[in-house]
């Protein structure tokens, strides 16, 4: 396995590489879940390349960018260890020697959800993700469904911008208690993390009442509530939403799609999950 941290590095050994390529961009502190993205680049590409950035132009909290883990010692075993062929590392200088000036705007789809909640965020997200795009130029490239929304991001930069790459979307891994992984989740105190399955929970009965014939604003009223009575959490938003650009859906017909998405605050550490209907 190779470890890359400039550009110059990494183009020179990918232009001597013809094969096929998977890629999986991170912001590292890795987890099971993109363990699971790697192997799954590693059954469909000759190479795997893995981007361990923690992107700061995507914070817009000093405090969260700042919190957020670093373990490149740890990554680099684990990815090692999953077939990962190249990490590219780079450090925020060697990203932005000057700070980028054009900016993305995604419509719709990005003032809803974390982008009504984390402004700028999804321009920081599209100008990384371009500029990784260019320099890896993979075949295919792995985003995981926990984050769905920067999902449908990538999904419209790669056909806005005909990037000539696959888009893959696994499903979201999960503990054993159900909370969604998260490198975020190594933040959580012990009793925190005990409480945050939660979340989870809280989906799951909230599409069970969908299913069972619920209204929109009756499933949202029960989830308030439920989040109300339990004062570790702080929601920041609960959306019944259509799954193509995350509008939220005013009424539910049974057998529709819909993306059931959440975002609460446990502590100081901000979680976000989904669960999807009839997908
Ligand atoms: O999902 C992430 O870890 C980041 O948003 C990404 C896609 C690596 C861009 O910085």
Redesign the pocket.
């Known amino acids: 396995m190779h470890l890359f941290t400039t550009i110059a590095e990494l183009r020179s050994f990918l232009a001597q590489q013809p094969q096929s390529i998977g890629f999986v961009?991170?912001?590292g502190a890795l987890h099971e879940g993109h363990l699971q993205l790697i192997r799954k680049a590693r059954a469909e590409n000759e190479r795997v390349v893995c981007?361990i950035?923690v992107?700061p132009i995507?914070f817009n909290n000093a405090d969260d960018l700042a919190r957020y883990p670093r373990t490149l010692e740890q990554d680099s075993a684990l990815l090692e260890a999953a077939g990962c062929d190249v990490i590219f590392a780079p450090s925020a200088e060697e990203m932005y020697p000057s700070a980028p000036v054009m900016t993305f705007d995604f419509g719709p789809l990005e003032r809803v959800l974390e982008g009504a909640f984390r402004p700028g965020h999804f321009n920081g997200?599209g100008i990384?993700?371009s500029k990784l795009f260019h320099l890896v130029q993979p075949t295919r490239a792995y985003?995981g469904q926990k984050?769905l929304q920067?999902c449908l991001i990538v999904r419209r930069l790669i056909n806005d911008l005909s990037f000539p790459i696959e888009l893959i979307i696994a499903p979201t891994v999960r503990e054993a208690d159900g909370l969604a992984m998260s490198s975020r989740n190594r933040n959580l105190t012990d009793e925190e993390r005990a409480l945050a399955p939660f979340i989870q929970a809280e989906l799951q009965k909230a599409k069970a009442a969908l299913e069972a014939g619920l209204t929109v604003p009756q499933v949202k009223a029960e989830l308030l509530n439920a989040f109300a009575g339990q004062s570790a959490f702080s929601l920041e938003y609960f959306e019944i939403a259509d799954t193509e650009n995350l509008l939220p859906l005013e009424e539910y017909e049974a057998g529709q799609a819909a993306a059931l998405c959440l975002a609460a605050h446990l502590g100081k550490v901000r979680l976000i999950d989904n669960v999807l209907l009839n997908v």
Request: no cysteine; net charge negative.
């Open positions: 961009p991170t912001m981007s950035f992107n995507q997200v990384v993700v985003f984050d920067q």
